[in-house]
Structures are given as C-alpha cells and as structure tokens.
C-alpha cells in the first residue's frame, strides 16, 4: 500500500505560479513511478505529468508543456507539480498518483494509488 498526502492547493489569478506537492508513505518511495492528474467539473480526469522513480525521465500533456514541471526527492518521499503561467483552463482538482513500477503510466487506470486532491482555481 502507498499513502499519499497532497499540500494545499489555492486561487491565483492568470500568468501566477503555484506549486503542488504530495508526499508518499508506505512502501519506498523509489518503488513507484508518479503522475499528476487533473479534473474539471464535468471533465473525466486528464493526464498531466509523469516521472520515473528516479526522476530521470518525464511526460507532460500537450497542454502544460513548458508551463508546468514534474519533480521528485527521492529523500524526502515528495513529488512536486511546478505551475508557471496559469490559465483560467488550468482550474480543476490536481490528483497525485502512484504506480509500483519503474516507469510511469499515462492513463488514471494505470494508477492504484491517490492522493485526496487538492483544488486549483485561476481567475481571469
């Protein structure tokens, strides 16, 4: 089992930053592959990041590409989301996710283990 446990997230007008982060516990942290996930109202839930267990090899949507970057320490059991540049389109509810392998996965089914969310809301 993986416990994870997300930061608060917040209301920031447009072209802001934020900074979203969840820590892990239960099983070594360098077990997993993480992801950052996204949901609007309405909206299934959408892919937005994903590293390695060593924090090597990352994937981002299309849609946060150079705006947005996924990181790990592995030290302290924490995945971070670095927000740059925030649009309206931007607002939803942030999920981390955990999968036991090397890789990570880019689907929500392909993750067992969730964070309880944390709300993102940028203001025009």
């Known amino acids: 089992q993986v416990q994870l446990v997300q930061s608060e997230g917040g209301l920031v007008q447009a072209g802001g930053s934020l900074r979203l982060s969840c820590t892990a516990s239960?099983?070594?942290?360098?077990?997993?592959?993480m992801g950052w996930f996204r949901q609007a109202p309405d909206k299934e839930r959408e892919f937005v990041a994903g590293?390695?267990?060593?924090?090597?090899?990352?994937n981002y949507a299309d849609s946060v590409k150079g705006r947005f970057s996924i990181s790990r320490d592995n030290a302290k059991n924490t995945l971070y989301l670095q927000m740059k540049n925030l649009k309206p389109e931007d607002t939803a509810t942030y999920y981390c996710?955990?999968?036991?392998?090397?890789?990570?996965?880019?689907?929500?089914?392909?993750?067992?283990?969730w964070g309880q969310g944390t709300q993102v809301t940028v203001s025009s």
């Open positions: 996710a955990a999968v036991v392998r090397a890789s990570p996965v880019l689907t929500a089914d392909g993750y067992p283990y």
């Open positions: 239960g099983r070594p942290f360098t077990d997993c592959s």
């Open positions: 590293i390695n267990w060593s924090g090597s090899t990352t």
